[in-house]
């Protein structure tokens, strides 16, 4: 069964940092280019980094460049999300994603990913 299971979240003051993780299972190869995508109340769906096998390329959203940075392990089966430099308007609900399938560049079009995880709620106070 595939799967993608996020953890990290959780309650930060402004300025604040947190790591998120995801740790995806069950592909019979590669999960092919994993993202990162927020969802805030009434707000859609937002991509927020992603990256692909190998490490690149990377992509990121303009309201999160320079304070987050998204990685990989070198199974390529596990992505972080550094966060750093928090702001109330980065609280929202955080989901990972995968393409599923290899040489496929979805960069930050969540159509184009076809596994989610359950998400994990980052909330940033002021």
């Known amino acids: 069964k595939i799967q993608l299971v996020e953890s990290g979240g959780g309650s930060v003051q402004s300025g604040g940092s947190l790591r998120l993780s995801c740790v995806a299972s069950?592909?019979?190869?590669?999960?092919?280019?994993m993202g990162w995508f927020r969802e805030a109340p009434g707000l859609g769906r937002e991509g927020v980094a992603a990256?692909?096998?190998?490490?690149?390329?990377?992509h990121y959203a303009a309201s999160v460049k320079g304070r987050f940075t998204i990685s990989q392990d070198n199974t390529d089966r596990t992505v972080y999300l550094e966060m750093n430099n928090l702001k109330p308007e980065d609280t929202a609900r955080y989901y990972c994603?995968?393409?599923?399938?290899?040489?496929?560049?979805?960069?930050?079009?969540?159509?184009?990913?076809?596994?989610w995880g359950q998400g994990t709620q980052v909330t940033v106070s002021s």
């Open positions: 994603a995968a393409v599923g399938v290899l040489n496929v560049r979805p960069g930050l079009d969540p159509a184009l990913y076809n596994f």
């Open positions: 990256v692909c096998p190998g490490g690149e390329p990377k």
């Open positions: 069950g592909f019979k190869y590669s999960p092919g280019c």
